[in-house]
């Protein structure tokens, strides 16, 4: 390269470089660009919205963990033409008959819309690690489905999570499920950071889209349990046509073991599944001083041994640390409520969603500020946790592409994509995180970090980025 050739090099990449550090301090914005196109939701007729054939045939069928450790399960399935049975039939291989187990069926009106026969039934005492086959549908239509159970509790049981947030039932959802599903690294159970069907964006909100979200995700949520977080779609309050109860589609349909973890609403819990411990709570639920949310909440943290269940992960809908232009501060009422306790008791992960975007955090806190004294920056803070935004399941809404510019410090890498993620935990000490845009091939990874965990590893930095 000739002198010429060097600085005409040079300089624009120095150029670069000065620039970056002058106009921003934070992490990585992906300069992925995606083709733009409308996201809309499938019509009626589509293939994945099929009603099986036959009789009153079992549809929706989705199963949820059913008690705190992992040995229960919830399954749960939608008769249309009459309550048919509530019977669940389930075996393993090494049985040698299958063992049955009753549960019982609602149905819900919402404005002009009437349910089909909603079946729950909860099976307890499985045994761990177990693949169990089901039926449904006993004297009309039968329906065979199967699943495993995880491993026992404890602290070196290797186990793998995705996670899929803001999902509804647009051509974009579809490919995030698909890519969830043939993902190489197969999830064992997904954790879901609310918002399921968006039937609210249809007049009256349609309840018929509970339906087809019910059919379009059965795929998945019929062989593996779904850990559900409520999310503002979850809400369905439509005073003005009399629908004045929150949340009744979402728990009508989407049951999950509360009371096991000693929270008195399904809108907050926590299960134990391998090696982890599950924290989900309600962005829109009361999470002030001396509310339930709050009493169950400062009770529920000095309960994670973490002898038992090193990984500390919690889930909610409205992300605390989100620098899109989107939902900007909506969790920040939560934040200031509990935020001192993730970083007291050294929380691992924390997943929202509802910013439909993709974004992770570095290890930052912001606790110190006491109204007087001005100190509101977050700083970098080892015992905090790493926020996750994934809302980027792909509903109707599209896409949330307008972000603050500089990238702020805390924001580690951000980008404007539909996908998917995977957790997958391998001991007490390491796990591996990565994410999936559903441009890429099924296996690549445009984000990615190894999480060493810092009640094991205390002499480690916490994280180390590899994207
Ligand atoms: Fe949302």
Request: net charge neutral; proline share 6%; with cysteine.
């Amino acid at each position: 390269m000739g002198l010429l050739g060097l600085f005409v090099f040079v300089f624009p990449v120095l150029g670069l470089i000065l620039n970056e550090a002058v106009l921003s301090n934070g992490g990585t914005t992906s300069s992925f660009v995606r083709k733009v196109e409308k996201t809309i939701d499938m019509p009626l007729d589509s293939d994945v919205f099929r009603v099986p054939s036959g009789y009153n045939a079992p549809q929706q069928v989705h199963i949820t963990q059913g008690d705190l450790e992992g040995k229960g399960v919830i399954i749960s399935w939608v008769t249309q033409e009459e309550p048919g049975s509530n019977t669940v039939l389930y075996w393993s291989k090494h049985d040698k008959q299958k063992s049955s187990a009753e549960g019982k069926y609602r149905t819900y009106k919402f404005y002009n819309y009437t349910s089909g026969y909603i079946h729950h039934c909860t099976i307890k005492n499985l045994k761990f690690n177990t693949k169990y086959y089901y039926e449904v549908g006993i004297g009309n239509t039968v329906r065979q489905f199967w699943f495993r159970t995880p491993p026992k509790v404890g602290p070196d049981v290797p186990y793998t999570f995705g996670l899929i947030g803001d999902l509804g039932q647009s051509y974009d959802s579809n490919i995030t499920l698909t890519h969830y599903e043939h993902n190489p690294t197969k999830g064992h159970a997904l954790l879901f950071v609310g918002d399921l069907s968006y039937a609210d964006n249809y007049p009256f909100h349609d309840n018929v889209r509970w339906d087809t979200w019910g059919r379009f995700t059965e795929r998945s949520t019929a062989y593996q349990p779904w850990i559900w977080t409520a999310g503002n779609h979850e809400l369905d309050f439509v005073p003005e046509i009399g629908e004045t109860v929150p949340f009744k589609p979402y728990t009508h349909r989407y049951p999950v073991p509360y009371k096991a973890s000693g929270s008195t609403a399904p809108f907050w819990y926590s299960i134990k599944r391998a090696s982890a411990y599950i924290i989900v709570l309600s962005s829109y639920s009361a999470y002030g001083k001396y509310t339930p949310q709050f009493k169950w909440l400062e009770a529920e943290f000095p309960k994670v041994n973490r002898s038992e269940t090193p990984w500390l992960i919690v889930l909610m809908h409205s992300p605390w640390y989100n620098s899109y232009n989107y939902h900007y501060m909506e969790g920040e009422t939560m934040r200031v409520m509990y935020e001192p306790w993730f970083v007291k008791y050294k929380v691992d992960m924390v997943f929202a969603g509802h910013v439909h975007a993709y974004e992770r955090s570095e290890r930052i806190s912001n606790v110190a500020y006491n109204i007087v004294n001005g100190v509101c920056t977050p700083i970098h803070d080892q015992s905090a946790p790493v926020y996750i935004t994934i809302g980027d399941g792909g509903n109707l809404e599209g896409l949330a592409t307008n972000m603050t510019e500089p990238q702020p410090k805390y924001s580690a890498y951000r980008e404007a994509s539909f996908g998917h993620a995977i957790l997958d935990i391998k001991n007490r000490t390491h796990a591996y995180y990565s994410w999936h845009r559903n441009q890429d091939g099924y296996a690549v990874e445009a984000d990615s970090l190894w999480f060493f965990n810092r009640v094991w590893n205390p002499m480690d930095d916490s994280t180390t980025a590899s994207s």
